[in-house]
Every structure is written in structure tokens, then in C-alpha cells.
């Protein structure tokens, strides 16, 4: 009996060893996954995180961003107070190559409601009342910029006259940007009109009387009306188009995201060469004083050796990252000479399971090697994504044409075409099939409304 408690008491052990096991590797292939599919700024991220939280990490930061550091990996805070002084010498790394001094502002991001709120109290300092009504109609407008409550309510809401209301939502209506405050769309555009010195003739007829039309592109009805030639309406119709519909859908997107590539390619002696950009990405590796843990109690040897473990396998998810994605857009170089040498006209089929049979690696890999990440090329950024195009239709020869060709050829139709008789999809369908792209012409539409051009009857101009 006590033998077989022995035996069942073994088993389990060993059962419970190699379930830990297994979870720890699946802990450790979930996070080589995640960091195969982050960005370089996202890594850079990680990588600190990870830095802070495992003491036997060491952590070396690019040579830009060294001046900050000292040689512990603490801050430099004299180089730091330097730098975010601004009145003193700049670290090195952040002047250009004549060592230049200057002051950068920050570029300021205000919401719609903050850039109107400041002109709101620069002209209603005197009267506490007016600006508080002006406050209540700046809160009330939408994204667009428009009042999206009626002014009865806007008076009713605050205590005031109607008229006291309006005169207010003048004044509003006279600030920066143009247009805004208005009630409707023509209010919205004749604003704007008016600031210009255009409101008037057939530009102001179009605003008032004929913005179905315009949106309907019947700009022979709008001539009739006005007993103009079709022509007249034609530049009438353009001037108002470069006025904005939406004069607040400018304000509130935040700061600008930047990209930041994640890969090189550079034409050498040798043809496209690839780089894995790292130049902002601290590198690792493991610390001298934890590699001999024989004078530390078992304890704190067996913490250290899992921390040693984690730091091993991070190191060595961050190596495998850099060679996967180096591997595939290598290949994906290989692939397309056609495209580097001539253009994304010549971009040809491909596909994530093309390039993931060729380099030996799940598809799924590819998919992630490329996600979140962009390439700098000669002719400038583009997402890695971008190489993977769909598959749209045959040739007459019977070779596939990619998306990315019908929609280069479509775009090269349009804009060869007379614009007194623009091309229908149908034609543009003919035009296609004459050579060799055979696309339907529902396809053709999507295109055509993905490059962002219209339908041939308003594109049609007089």
C-alpha cells in the first residue's frame, strides 16, 4: 500500500511538472507572439517595463539617448535640466550638425470648444451676462461647428430675449474658423462667403436656392433657373466647393501621430538592401552580478534563476523578432523588383501564405511580422500590409492582376479622359478589358469610389 501511495505521489508530481511546464511555455509563446507583432515603439515600451520589473536585465539605450543616462543606467539630471530648461546648451543629440541653438515650441492642439472659449473671454470681458451666454451657445455647438439647439432654447435656457440670443450668436459667428455657429449648412457656407468678399451673383444663388442641386450635380437645372450658361454654374459650383462644409472638424483630433518606420529598405551596389530599424530600441542583456548566484541563499537562487530564465527568453523573443521580420520583407523584396524599380503600378500578386511556404514559417507568422509596422522606401512610408494585395480577377493570359494594377489602370483612365465626356464604369470597363484586366463593372465602381473619384456625371464639367 504504501508503495503504490509512493507511485501515485510520483505520478502526480510529475503530472503537476510538466503542466507547469507546459504553461510556462505557453506564457513564454504567448509573449514572443506579442512582441513579434509590436512596432518598434511599442517595443520600446515593453522593453523598459520589463527592465524595471526583472533586476538581472541591464539596459543599454541608443547612442542618442545616452547623454541622459549615466554610466549606472541612472538619470543624468544635469543633461536633463539642460535640455528641458531651454535657455541652456541643448544636449548634443538634439542639435543639428552646425550645432544651431533654437527654441522648439510644442505645437498646441486645443478643441474647438477651447480655441472659441478664449475668444469668447477676450470679447465678453466687460459683461459678465453676455459672456456667459456666449459660453452656454459655444457649449451647445457640435463637431461640425455647428448650433445644434435652437435659439429659443438657447434663450429660454439662459434667462435672456430671443434677440439678445442672436445678437450674441453674430458676434460668435464672426470668430475663428470661418463658418461656425452657423445654423444649417448655406448659413454655414454663405459665412464663409461673406468673410471672402464672394458672397454675391450666382455664387450667392448657389448657396441659397441650388445646394440640392449642387449635391445632385443638376447643374443644367441651376443655368436654366438662373438663365446662365451651364458653364457660369460649373465655376460658380467650384468656388463653393473650396469653401468648408464643417469648419470644426478640424479641432479636436489631438496631436498628430507620427510614424516611425520599422524597416529600411535602401538601394545598394548589391541591389535593395533591408535594415530592421533599432536605432531608438535599448538593447538588453543580462547582468554580470546575477550570473554567478552561488553566495545567495537558495531562496533567492531559485528567484534568480527564474528571473534569469524570463530575461533569457525576452532577449531571445526580441533576436527573433528582428530575424522574422528581416526574413520577410526580404522576401517580399525578392518578390517585387517590378514595384521598387517602376512603381506600385507594378506591384504583383502576393500573398501572406506566399511568402510564409517560401521562408518556412505559418502564415499566421507573416501576418504578424507585418502588423502595426511601416517601411521606409526611396519614394517614402508605407504599411507592410500594404504588399498583400488581394486578388481580383485574370488576365486573358490567365495570370492574376492585382487589385492594386486594375485601380492604377482605372486612375490612368480618368485622368486621360476629356472631362466634357468623362468615362462611364461600363466604358471604363471596355477600356479595361482591352487590356487584359477583365473586372466587372460593379468592381469597377468600387475601385473608381476608392481612388475617390466620382461618378462620370459629376465629373463631367462644362
Same mark, same amino acid.
Given at each position: 500500500?504504501?508503495?503504490?501511495?509512493?507511485?501515485?505521489?510520483?505520478?502526480?508530481?510529475?503530472?503537476?511538472?510538466?503542466?507547469?511546464?507546459?504553461?510556462?511555455?505557453?506564457?513564454? +509563446?504567448?509573449?514572443?507572439?506579442?512582441?513579434?507583432?509590436?512596432?518598434?515603439?511599442?517595443?520600446?515600451?515593453?522593453?523598459?517595463?520589463?527592465?524595471?520589473?526583472?533586476?538581472?536585465?541591464?539596459?543599454?539605450?541608443?547612442?542618442?539617448?545616452?547623454?541622459?543616462?549615466?554610466?549606472?543606467?541612472?538619470?543624468?539630471?544635469?543633461?536633463?535640466?539642460?535640455?528641458?530648461?531651454?535657455?541652456?546648451?541643448?544636449?548634443?543629440?538634439?542639435?543639428? #550638425?552646425?550645432?544651431?541653438?533654437?527654441?522648439?515650441? #510644442?505645437?498646441?492642439?486645443?478643441?474647438?470648444?477651447?480655441?472659441?472659449?478664449?475668444?469668447?473671454?477676450?470679447?465678453?470681458?466687460?459683461?459678465?451676462?453676455?459672456?456667459?451666454?456666449?459660453?452656454? +451657445?459655444?457649449?451647445? +455647438?457640435?463637431?461640425?461647428?455647428?448650433?445644434?439647439?435652437?435659439?429659443?432654447?438657447?434663450?429660454?435656457?439662459?434667462?435672456?430675449?430671443?434677440?439678445?440670443?442672436?445678437?450674441?450668436? =453674430?458676434?460668435?459667428?464672426?470668430?475663428?474658423?470661418?463658418?461656425?455657429?452657423?445654423?444649417?449648412?448655406?448659413?454655414?457656407?454663405? +459665412?464663409?462667403?461673406?468673410?471672402?468678399?464672394?458672397?454675391?451673383?450666382?455664387?450667392?444663388?448657389?448657396?441659397?436656392?441650388?445646394?440640392?442641386?449642387?449635391?445632385?450635380?443638376?447643374?443644367?437645372?441651376?443655368?436654366?433657373?438662373?438663365?446662365?450658361?451651364? =458653364?457660369?454654374?460649373?465655376?460658380?459650383?467650384?468656388?463653393?466647393?473650396?469653401?468648408?462644409?464643417?469648419?470644426?472638424?478640424?479641432?479636436?483630433?489631438?496631436?498628430?501621430?507620427?510614424?516611425?518606420?520599422?524597416?529600411?529598405?535602401?538601394?545598394?551596389?548589391?541591389?535593395?538592401?533591408?535594415?530592421?530599424?533599432?536605432?531608438?530600441?535599448?538593447?538588453?542583456?543580462?547582468?554580470?552580478?546575477?550570473?554567478?548566484?552561488?553566495?545567495?541563499?537558495?531562496?533567492?537562487?531559485?528567484?534568480?534563476?527564474?528571473?534569469?530564465?524570463?530575461?533569457?527568453?525576452?532577449?531571445?523573443?526580441?533576436?527573433?523578432?528582428?530575424?522574422?521580420?528581416?526574413?520577410?520583407?526580404?522576401?517580399?523584396?525578392?518578390?517585387?523588383?517590378?514595384?521598387?524599380?517602376?512603381?506600385?503600378?507594378?506591384?504583383?500578386?502576393?500573398?501572406?501564405?506566399?511568402?510564409?511556404?517560401?521562408?518556412?514559417?505559418?502564415?499566421?507568422?507573416?501576418?504578424?511580422?507585418?502588423?502595426?509596422?511601416?517601411?521606409?522606401?526611396?519614394?517614402?512610408?508605407?504599411?507592410?500590409?500594404?504588399?498583400?494585395?488581394?486578388?481580383?480577377?485574370?488576365?486573358?493570359?490567365?495570370?492574376?492582376?492585382?487589385?492594386?494594377?486594375?485601380?492604377?489602370?482605372?486612375? =490612368?483612365?480618368?485622368?486621360?479622359?476629356?472631362?466634357?465626356?468623362?468615362?462611364?464604369?461600363?466604358?471604363?470597363?471596355?477600356?479595361?478589358?482591352?487590356?487584359?484586366?477583365?473586372?466587372?463593372?460593379?468592381?469597377?465602381?468600387?475601385?473608381?469610389?476608392?481612388?475617390?473619384?466620382?461618378?462620370?456625371?459629376?465629373?463631367?464639367?462644362?
Amino acid at each position: 500500500m504504501r508503495r503504490l501511495k509512493e507511485g501515485v505521489s510520483a505520478i502526480e508530481q510529475s503530472l503537476g511538472m510538466n503542466l507547469s511546464q507546459h504553461l510556462a511555455m505557453t506564457m513564454q +509563446l504567448q509573449q514572443a507572439i506579442q512582441i513579434l507583432q509590436l512596432s518598434s515603439q511599442d517595443l520600446c515600451a515593453v522593453i523598459e517595463k520589463e527592465y524595471l520589473e526583472n533586476p538581472v536585465l541591464e539596459m543599454e539605450y541608443p547612442t542618442g539617448r545616452r547623454e541622459l543616462y549615466e554610466q549606472d543606467g541612472s538619470m543624468n539630471v544635469r543633461a536633463l535640466a539642460d535640455y528641458l530648461d531651454g535657455g541652456s546648451k541643448q544636449p548634443a543629440y538634439f542639435t543639428d #550638425e552646425d550645432d544651431h541653438q533654437f527654441d522648439a515650441a #510644442e505645437p498646441l492642439h486645443m478643441t474647438l470648444e477651447e480655441e472659441l472659449l478664449e475668444q469668447v473671454n477676450f470679447t465678453f470681458k466687460e459683461s459678465e451676462s453676455e459672456r456667459a451666454v456666449a459660453t452656454f +451657445l459655444v457649449g451647445s +455647438l457640435d463637431s461640425r461647428g455647428y448650433l445644434a439647439l435652437p435659439t429659443t432654447e438657447a434663450a429660454r435656457a439662459m434667462g435672456c430675449s430671443e434677440a439678445e440670443v442672436l445678437r450674441i450668436l =453674430a458676434v460668435i459667428q464672426g470668430f475663428e474658423p470661418a463658418g461656425v455657429g452657423a445654423r444649417d449648412l448655406a448659413e454655414c457656407l454663405r +459665412l464663409q462667403a461673406e468673410r471672402q468678399g464672394i458672397y454675391e451673383g450666382l455664387v450667392a444663388a448657389v448657396i441659397d436656392r441650388h445646394l440640392d442641386e449642387v449635391a445632385a450635380h443638376r447643374l443644367k437645372e441651376i443655368a436654366a433657373a438662373e438663365h446662365v450658361e451651364p =458653364a457660369a454654374v460649373q465655376m460658380a459650383v467650384d468656388i463653393v466647393r473650396r469653401l468648408s462644409p464643417k469648419p470644426g472638424a478640424a479641432y479636436g483630433a489631438g496631436a498628430p501621430a507620427y510614424i516611425t518606420p520599422d524597416v529600411i529598405i535602401r538601394k545598394g551596389e548589391h541591389g535593395y538592401e533591408v535594415e530592421v530599424e533599432e536605432s531608438d530600441v535599448p538593447q538588453l542583456h543580462i547582468s554580470a552580478l546575477y550570473r554567478q548566484s552561488d553566495t545567495f541563499d537558495k531562496a533567492t537562487q531559485k528567484y534568480i534563476a527564474n528571473r534569469l530564465h524570463a530575461a533569457s527568453w525576452l532577449i531571445n523573443s526580441i533576436e527573433q523578432r528582428r530575424t522574422t521580420i528581416r526574413r520577410v520583407v526580404e522576401e517580399i523584396v525578392r518578390r517585387q523588383p517590378a514595384y521598387f524599380e517602376k512603381g506600385p503600378a507594378f506591384l504583383q500578386p502576393m500573398t501572406m501564405k506566399d511568402v510564409a511556404d517560401t521562408i518556412g514559417v505559418h502564415e499566421s507568422t507573416v501576418s504578424r511580422a507585418v502588423a502595426n509596422k511601416y517601411v521606409e522606401l526611396p519614394t517614402g512610408i508605407r504599411a507592410l500590409r500594404s504588399f498583400f494585395t488581394a486578388r481580383s480577377a485574370r488576365g486573358e493570359a490567365g495570370e492574376d492582376v492585382a487589385a492594386a494594377q486594375a485601380k492604377s489602370a482605372i486612375e =490612368a483612365l480618368i485622368k486621360g479622359e476629356n472631362p466634357k465626356k468623362p468615362l462611364s464604369d461600363q466604358k471604363l470597363c471596355t477600356l479595361l478589358k482591352s487590356k487584359g484586366i477583365a473586372l466587372s463593372r460593379r468592381t469597377v465602381m468600387k475601385y473608381r469610389e476608392q481612388l475617390g473619384y466620382d461618378s462620370s456625371v459629376k465629373r463631367k464639367r462644362y
